[in-house]
Structures are given as C-alpha cells and as structure tokens.
C-alpha cells in the first residue's frame, strides 16, 4: 500500500469522527441506536479474529493458527491470566506447526 493511499484513509477515518461529532453535537442516541453501538465491539473483535485465524488468500484454511487460537480461547474461557493466554495460544500453534 503507498503512503498517499495510507494518508488518504486516515484523513478519511480522522474526518468521519469529526463529522460524527458536528453531527450529533453532544446529541444522545436514540436508545435502540446507543444499544447497537454498545455491542458493535463485542462483534467486531471475533469476526476480526476469525478472519485473521481462518483466511488466507482469500480462501478458508484450517491451520495451526486455528488450534492455537482455540486453545487461547479454552484459557481464556477457564480464566487464565492474560500473559498465559497469549503463551499458551503461540506455544499450541508452535507445535502444531513443528508437529506438520
């Protein structure tokens, strides 16, 4: 990517924050808006996850990345302190690739 397409795209995101902020004015959302903004992080971060993990080249792989991911998610879920969760994450997808 050149940095005339990179400076373009981050006036663009600087601008539209900027617009959301003259538009609304200190406005509150309407209260079904506010709720689906609320939950657009909780969506976002798995299907960025997913994506990352699960596609490469534009095509669906099931990897090494994928098992280190889901043993991230087991650590997490068991709640594992953060650090752990990332070492464990690599060290599984470090294996799984020694292992192929």
């Keep these: 990517m050149s940095w005339t397409a990179l400076l373009v795209l981050a006036a663009g995101a600087y601008g ?23 939950l657009l992080p909780a969506a976002l971060l798995p299907a960025l996850i997913a994506v990352q993990t699960l ?8 990897d090494a990345r ?20 990332i070492v464990l994450g690599a060290a599984v997808t470090a294996a799984v690739r020694a292992l192929a």
């Excluded at 596609?55 to 099931?62: A, F, H, K, S």
């Design 16 to 38: 539209f924050k900027v617009l959301g902020l003259v538009v609304l004015g200190g406005r509150q959302l309407p209260a079904p808006l506010a709720r689906c903004v609320a």
């Design 66 to 85: 994928a098992a280190g991911v889901g043993a991230a998610i087991v650590a997490a879920w068991r709640r594992a302190p953060f650090p752990v969760v």
């Design 55 to 62: 596609t490469t080249d534009d095509r669906w792989v099931v």
